[in-house]
């Protein structure tokens, strides 16, 4: 008896707590810093690798537009250079769409993307590449913004313009890990 009336106080609490989350969430949080028609320009530089790709540095560019205060639409260019030992480099152009959660200062995103992969050496591949990813950036100001995040990529029907391992390259996953900057204007 006792612990059915303990159990039934735990969900009153949680249900309370629940919908005063709901409720003053965003009274608490305010509301999200994007814009409708913000433009975005960003840089990054990291780590990507796979199980058939070494750790290589990361670079890249990257251009969004605000859609609402929570989505972003955006288009992403990286590459992997290769170290050495390492017969190829990683190239992915991938549009992406965002989802950002906004607490204060530290916002939280999702994304998902499709585009281009390219795997450069000795012998070629190129092929679609799907991605997700999650990060968090931290609001410096309202137009200078800094992040980390990760994302994978896989091209599944890589095709290879020779012999070689470059499309096991893009079938493997890649794991990019990479430090953002990015300046924001036209809010």
């Known amino acids: 008896m006792l612990r059915e009336v303990w159990s039934v106080l735990w969900v009153l609490v949680a249900g309370v707590l629940l919908w005063g989350l709901v409720l003053c969430g965003p009274i608490v949080c305010g509301t999200a810093q994007a814009a409708s028609g913000e433009l975005r320009t960003g840089a990054a530089v990291g780590v990507a690798g796979s199980t058939r790709l070494q750790a290589s540095p990361l670079a890249g560019l990257s251009a969004g537009l605000g859609l ?14 290769p170290v050495s030992g390492e017969h190829f480099s990683l190239v992915l152009v991938q549009p992406t769409l965002a989802y950002k959660f906004d607490v204060l200062r530290w916002v939280p995103r999702v994304t998902v993307g499709a585009g281009y992969a390219g795997a450069l050496g000795d012998t070629d591949a190129h092929g679609l590449s799907l991605g997700a990813g999650c990060g968090l950036n931290y609001l410096w100001d309202r137009s200078l913004e800094l992040g980390l995040g990760y994302g994978v990529a896989v091209a599944p029907a890589a095709l290879s313009t020779g012999q070689g391992g470059a499309s096991d390259v893009l079938r493997s996953p890649s794991h990019l890990f990479r430090f953002t900057f990015d300046y924001r204007w036209g809010y």
């Open 68 to 81: 609402s205060e929570q989505l972003e639409v955006s288009i992403d260019a990286l590459a992997a250079l």
